[in-house]
C-alpha cells in the first residue's frame, strides 16, 4: 500500500517559534530512512503504511515528552502501484508548464 503522508505536528503554547520541535522529529523521519521532503509547512513521506505509521507515532511520542497539548495534521495520498511520486507529481505538472517551478525540490 504505497502512499503519500503530508505530517505536520507542532505543541501549542511554545511561543511564535516551534522550529526546535520540528528539528526532533525531522531527525527521526531522516534517521528512518524513508524518502522524504521538508517544505515550509509540512514534511511529505513516501512509503508504506506499516512503515510510515511508526516513523509518525516515533514523532508524536518525542514532542509529547515535554508538551501537553499537541496540534498534528495528517494527510494521505495512496495509488495503487505508484512509487517515485515525490519528484513525479511535481515533474508531471512542470512538463504541462513547459517551465520549472519555484518547489524546495529545485533549490
Known sequence: MAMLVEFSAWPMGKGESVSKYVAESLEIIDRSGIPYQ???????????????????????DRMSRENDRIHCTLKLDWRRGETGRLSSKVEKVEQRLGKKLHTCMHE
Do not use: A, H
Open 38 to 60: 521538508l517544505n515550509p509547512m509540512s514534511t511529505v513521506l513516501e512509503g508504506e503504511w506499516d512503515e510510515i505509521m511508526p516513523v509518525v507515532r516515533e514523532c508524536f
